[in-house]
């Protein structure tokens, strides 16, 4: 007697891995994203001695995070087209980045007067420090050195090698310095 297989199912089965990152609302609670990083910040506490090597590692932690987030979103989203001149990619970070990210786009991107190779992307009220709060002994500490990972890993990982750091200034200041041939390699691109 033969067994006969009648799978009335036609859809494939897609993996979440598959789906598109602009489908559905990709929205994630406040309070649970707040508890998250809140402890992120703990764990890594705990593994260090000093304000400096705490930042580091979130450093670090955030440039795990964009490493990943800008392979994902590119093979999703771009089929996988980058960006090829340095203003489009800062273009990028500050709106679509910041946007899938955050919810909303970063205030403000600055290039430095005094430096061609610097620029700032100004964020008033980050949402990584809103929830973060630091002991008077911790004064210095600023979260948003996690975001800095996440946007030195995306430029880096573009081409666009560069060092990133937060700094409290009109209320958190990325600065972006690029490493000089970067610049040189946009000069070349825009006289074609």
């Known amino acids: 007697m033969e067994k006969i297989n009648l799978n009335l199912s036609t859809r494939t089965k897609v993996s979440i891995l598959d789906k598109p990152l602009s489908r559905g609302k990709g929205e994630v609670s406040l309070s649970c994203y707040a508890l998250l990083f809140s402890e992120v910040v703990q764990?890594?506490?705990?593994?260090?001695?000093?304000?400096?090597?705490?930042?580091?590692?979130l450093?670090?932690?955030?440039?795990?995070?964009?490493?990943?987030?800008i392979d994902l979103y590119f093979v999703r989203e771009r089929?996988?087209?980058?960006?090829?001149?340095?203003?489009?990619?800062?273009?990028?970070?500050?709106?679509?980045?910041?946007?899938?990210?955050?919810?909303?786009?970063?205030?403000?991107?600055?290039h430095a007067t005094?430096?061609?190779c610097t620029?700032?992307?100004?964020?008033?009220?980050p949402l990584v420090n809103k929830f973060i709060s630091v002991p008077k002994d911790k004064?210095?500490?600023?979260?948003?050195?996690?975001?800095?990972?996440?946007?030195?890993?995306?430029?880096?990982?573009?081409?666009?090698?560069?060092?990133v750091s937060a700094h409290w200034?009109?209320?958190t200041t990325y600065m972006v310095k690029?490493?000089?041939?970067?610049?040189?390699?946009?000069?070349?691109?825009?006289?074609?």
């Not at 690029?178 to 074609?192: A, G, M, P, T, W």
């Open 43 to 57: 764990y890594s506490q705990s593994r260090v001695n000093t304000i400096p090597d705490l930042q580091i590692k």
């Open 59 to 69: 450093h670090d932690l955030g440039k795990d995070v964009g490493c990943r987030i």
């Open 79 to 110: 089929n996988s087209k980058r960006e090829t001149k340095l203003i489009n990619m800062l273009l990028f970070i500050k709106t679509t980045l910041w946007k899938t990210l955050f919810g909303k786009d970063a205030d403000k991107l600055e």
């Open 114 to 116: 005094d430096d061609e």
């Open 119 to 125: 620029y700032y992307i100004i964020e008033k009220e």
């Open 139 to 163: 004064g210095s500490l600023n979260c948003a050195v996690f975001v800095a990972g996440i946007i030195q890993a995306v430029l880096s990982n573009c081409g666009f090698t560069c060092q």
């Open 169 to 171: 200034h009109k209320g």
């Open 178 to 192: 690029f490493e000089d041939h970067v610049i040189s390699r946009d000069k070349q691109l825009e006289e074609k």
